[in-house]
């Protein structure tokens, strides 16, 4: 009966390590990482064109005031009469109508910049965004497997010594046996009750069952449908 105690534990322990490995939580773990991977190198790419376009701008931005500038010493100096040769005057003349060119081709591309630089200020926060939903629901779900894991491993801790102090007393090449079969059925013993074996279930013949009544009480006997430890009880049926 001690022998049946051990294999009962067993069965419990099984089902436990089961239940954790079928916890629901587990899968859509699985696969919020796998979305959060691209999640993550999308964000990653959208944050790179942001920076470069940022700098870009920058620069654009730079290249227009630079030219304006120039533009503005041009024009002070002819406002103010510094420039009185005609020849220099007719040159300076067009210089500035090379500049109104040059500064209406650079603001030409600074909006360019600035029209993709928002559209990819948009993609990141769109990229952001899908990424914060998946950290808090993997936040979330972690949580809960964690809260649900928590109990089952209490649980199966509590079995796991249960087990050891069933154990205790045993012979080893009873245990042994019991062990080998254990490794290959996951449960190595089980009842016999109303003629019939608790692991598989089959109802025993005349014949086994008479030859199982004869046996001594110290004596293993298997069930001949999946090679378990058969422990007689009061209810056998012998």
Not at 53 to 65: I, S
Not at 80 to 92: A, F, S, V, Y
Not at 150 to 173: H, V, Y
Not at 209 to 227: K, Q, S
Request: with cysteine; charged share 35%.
């Amino acid at each position: 009966m001690k022998l049946l105690e051990v294999a009962q534990i067993d069965s419990k322990i099984g089902q436990l390590r089961h239940q954790l490995r079928a916890l629901p939580e587990h899968k859509q773990i699985a696969e919020i990482e796998a979305n959060r991977t691209e999640q993550v190198n999308a964000t990653r790419d959208a944050q790179i064109l942001v920076d470069d376009l940022t700098r870009e701008q920058k620069k654009a931005d730079a290249d227009v005031e630079q030219v304006k500038a120039r533009r503005q010493r041009d024009l002070s100096r002819i406002d103010q009469g510094l420039i009185t040769n005609p020849k220099d005057l007719q040159r300076m003349n067009q210089e500035l109508v090379s500049l109104e060119r040059r500064i209406s081709s650079l603001e030409d591309d600074e909006l360019d910049v600035m029209e993709r630089l928002e559209a990819a200020q948009k993609h990141l926060d769109h990229c952001s965004g899908e990424l914060a939903e998946s950290e808090a629901r993997l936040a979330e779900f972690t949580e809960s497997r964690d809260g649900k894991g928590a109990g089952l491993k209490e649980e199966f801790t509590a079995a796991t010594t249960q087990r050891a102090s069933a154990i205790e007393g045993l012979p080893e090449d009873l245990l042994g046996l019991y062990e080998r079969i254990r490794e290959k059925q996951g449960v190595g013993a089980a009842a016999l009750r109303a003629r019939e074996c608790g692991g598989c279930h089959m109802k025993l013949n005349a014949a086994d069952l008479a030859v199982i009544a004869r046996a001594p009480e110290d004596e293993v006997v298997r069930c001949e449908e999946c090679t378990r430890i058969l422990v007689r009880t009061a209810e056998s049926g012998l």
